[in-house]
Each structure stands twice: as structure tokens, then as C-alpha cells.
């Protein structure tokens, strides 16, 4: 499924994140985790990506 060091499966627009393929709008992730911060979602907005990681940050290991 990786095509070009991205995964066609999982469009992206965060650019500030480290798996982002920002020229292609794509995840370079074979897969991410989808999960939540609110005990019983009912909105977009209330879920997260868990596989998140910010670009260039030395501390985020």
C-alpha cells in the first residue's frame, strides 16, 4: 500500500506533523490510531490522532 513513501489510504493536511507527506497530502504511516478525549464522542472534532508526532521536535521521542 506505501506508494512513493506515503500511504494513498490516509489523506493528511496536518502539515505541522512529522508523518505528514505535505507535496502529496498523504500519511507516510503504514497505519495510524484513532482515538478520543471525550468519554462518549459525538462530534468530529472530539477525536484525535493518537499517531501524531510534531515535526522537528527533539523532546517529542
Known sequence: MMENNV???IH?????CAFNNIE???CKLD???VGTHEA???EKKCTDCESFKL????SCM
Do not use: A, R
Open 24 to 26: 502529496q497530502g498523504y
Open 12 to 16: 493528511c493536511s496536518v502539515q505541522s
Open 40 to 42: 462518549n464522542p459525538t
Open 31 to 33: 497505519s495510524i490510531k
Open 7 to 9: 500511504n494513498k489510504s
Open 55 to 58: 515535526k522537528n521536535c527533539s
